[in-house]
């Protein structure tokens, strides 16, 4: 009897010590899915975004650029681009992209495409016709719309209801902060190529 228990016994550590160790291999395996899906990493297009201060981040043919949105909850506002903006972009149709600033409300999303082309495309802010008397205008160029001219205008109006339209070698959005934020996010993403082939 005492045989036994002391035989009993001896196994009761050896399995415990090999539980722990299977225990501990199986932690290691969902310690590292659970990280890598708390990092917040999203894999879009083949393309890897990931979470940086100013919201994510990734990279394409060796820039990095940066948006503040994630790719899936804005990937929907690429239909809301004319895609013949694109075309004109990519076949260099303009010798400058000027960024309105004159709405404040729609900074920010002007300011994210300033940040994040400058130095990859010729790229400058600028301000509409009858915008000349704010103080962050005294001392940018005026530029409007029109189609005699050899560069193109970005501007985002923020307002309640959501349009776009591209005409007169202008592009302009309008919507809620939210959504022109989205906005700016795609036009980073489509330059970049995230969406070829879509």
């Known amino acids: 009897m005492r045989d036994r228990s002391k035989r009993k016994g001896k196994l009761i550590i050896p399995i415990f010590i090999i539980a722990l160790m299977v225990l501990s291999v199986f932690g290691v395996m969902i310690g590292g899915l659970t990280s890598n899906q708390a990092e917040g990493i999203v894999n879009y297009n083949e393309f890897i975004f990931k979470p940086s201060n100013q919201g ?3 990279d394409s ?3 990095q650029y940066f948006i503040e949105n994630n790719p899936l909850t804005v990937e929907g506002f690429y239909a809301d681009y004319p895609i013949t903006f694109f075309e004109d972009i990519t076949s260099a ?3 400058k992209i000027y960024i309105d600033v004159s709405d404040d409300r729609a900074i920010e999303a002007s300011s ?3 940040a994040n082309m400058k130095g990859k495309l010729s790229i400058d802010f600028s301000c509409m016709p009858g915008k000349e008397d704010r103080e962050r205008c005294s001392n940018l160029p005026i530029r409007g719309c029109s ?3 050899d560069f193109v205008v970005v501007a985002f109006n923020s307002q309640e ?3 776009s339209r ?3 070698n202008c592009l302009i959005f309008e919507g809620s902060e939210g959504y022109l934020s989205g906005i700016a996010d795609v036009f980073i ?3 970049a190529g995230v969406f070829n082939g879509k």
């Open 56 to 58: 994510y981040a990734f």
């Open 61 to 63: 043919a060796g820039q």
């Open 93 to 95: 149709k303009y010798s």
């Open 112 to 114: 994210k495409i300033y």
């Open 147 to 149: 189609e005699e001219q």
């Open 161 to 163: 209801e959501k349009g």
């Open 166 to 168: 591209y005409e007169k």
């Open 189 to 191: 993403m489509a330059h």
